[in-house]
């Protein structure tokens, strides 16, 4: 049935409006591409830590460019534990060698990682449907979701993760039987490479796993154990080359509390800020499930969507419904592309960019403070508000400024001119005043915790006053260490940067100065 047989308006008019809209959606979301490139080049000339955390993987770089593990004794000098595996941290070690140790170095990286995936959604929603239209969105919806706005320029291994999943995924689906040798090869290193970038990535080797048992179960098993077989034998040399120190900060530094009212509230945020997307995945699924075969995208998507329990954990956060919202994005694209296939381009034309236009209100983000976004801004009546959310709060998303510059060059300075190495919170301030950064608060917590870490020689170190200066912005340290710090050092100056207080603290029978 045709468009103008559907509404009764002439044809050519319909076409008009379907471009237009088709139109207006490719805007939308080449605009929230801007916004993302706005962001990133407003973090690329920040030079110190955004979100925490981004410093310490930086500091992993930083150790593979000198040829060291930064998996170490965490119970001496400098106290150092890392909680990701190397592969994003290898690949950093070239930028590390450019730039220099500086925070640059993971956010070029990362950003690069964050623009692939985009560009491989896309070009896979290309290859299945033949219309950029579709394509485009699918590509732009990966930069729009908040999530990926928020995590994709930091310092963070998180998108490379999702970038190697997503290739995996996309290399296996390829045929809709049991992959053949070469696809299981390239799917297999993609998936490889995903683990060893972050350990969130067992959740897309399950459905792949799953997917392939439906497939074939005999040969899904043999393509297992041989999964299984190369990645623990890697895992166990590396284990053996650190002396037990990999097991300890990858495994056990990761156990943490786990609270499900938090994983409750993200999930509302999730689906909320993604129901449009969400609703075509979980058609997708449903059809498949009852009136076809389950594909690959749509096995991801269910346990992916399942892997965002996992947030609950204390620590996590919004950063683990990415592999989620990217499959999501591919399952809802493959339902469209099937969509146009039942009912014309009447429904496709028109309801789809409706409603893709509806998604992208869903996730409206915007920094006002920039030159090209102050006037949009000013249009909307959000004139005087810093960074505007669906979201609601947020730590990330929004643009440092002069003042934040500013006073970060304080801190350092205070670091720079103390005596002695400096115990810092966050790891750029000792990188900037050529200082060892000292521990990874978190991971010490963690492993304190966990009965782990014995935390008295660090404490000892404290009492004596070795470090010249103490920056503190969380207080993630293990409880007895904070009072260690309390009756050693005392408040010198606050300094705010980027939305946080940092305090900064000097030994009681002296005074640090910047």
Known sequence: MSVATMTGLPSRLLRTIAHGLWAAVLLAYLAYALIFGIYAAALFRFPFDYDQGEGFELLDAIYFSRGQWPYRDIESYPFYASNYPPLFHLLAVPLVWIFGPRLIAGRLLSTAATLALAAAVGLAVRRWTGRWALAGWAGGMVLASNYVYHIGPLSRSHMMMVLFETLAV??????????????????????????????????????????????DPRRAMGWALGFAGANLVLFFLVNWATQGYWWLHIIEANINEYDYRQAFFLYGQW??????????????VLYE?????????????????????????????????????????????????RLEGWTGRAVTDLAVPLALLLQAA??????????????????????????????????????????????????????????GPALTEEASWALWADKEPVTNPTQLLNLYKNGQLNPEPL????????????????????????????????????VPVNGFLYRILAPRERSAAP
């Open 362 to 419: 869903l996730v409206f983000h915007l920094p006002t403070d920039h030159p090209l976004t102050r006037p949009v801004a000013r249009l909307l009546g959000l004139e005087g508000v810093r960074y505007v959310d669906r979201v609601g709060y947020t730590q990330l998303g929004h643009l440092p400024t002069a003042e934040d510059l500013h006073n970060g060059w304080k801190v350092v300075a205070y670091v720079r001119s103390a005596p």
């Open 459 to 494: 404490i000892r170190m404290i009492r004596e006053q070795q470090f010249g200066v103490v920056v503190l912005r969380a207080q993630f340290y293990p409880q007895p260490v904070l009072d260690a710090i309390g009756q050693a050092y005392r408040p010198i100056d606050d």
């Open 271 to 284: 689906f909320r800020l993604h129901a449009v997307v969400l609703i075509l995945a979980l058609s997708l």
């Open 289 to 337: 499930l009852y009136f076809d075969r389950l594909s690959l995208f749509s096995v991801w998507a269910v346990f992916a969507a399942a892997g965002g329990a996992l947030a609950g954990k204390w620590g996590a956060g919004e950063s683990y419904f990415i592999t989620a919202v990217v499959a999501g994005i591919l399952a809802a694209a493959r339902f469209l592309s």
């Open 170 to 215: 996309l290399a296996l689906a390829r045929a809709d039987g049991f992959p053949d040798r070469r696809a299981l090869i390239w799917g297999s290193l993609a998936l490889m490479a995903a683990g060893w970038t972050k350990q969130h990535a067992l959740i897309t080797v399950l459905a792949v796993l799953a997917y392939l048992f439906l497939r």
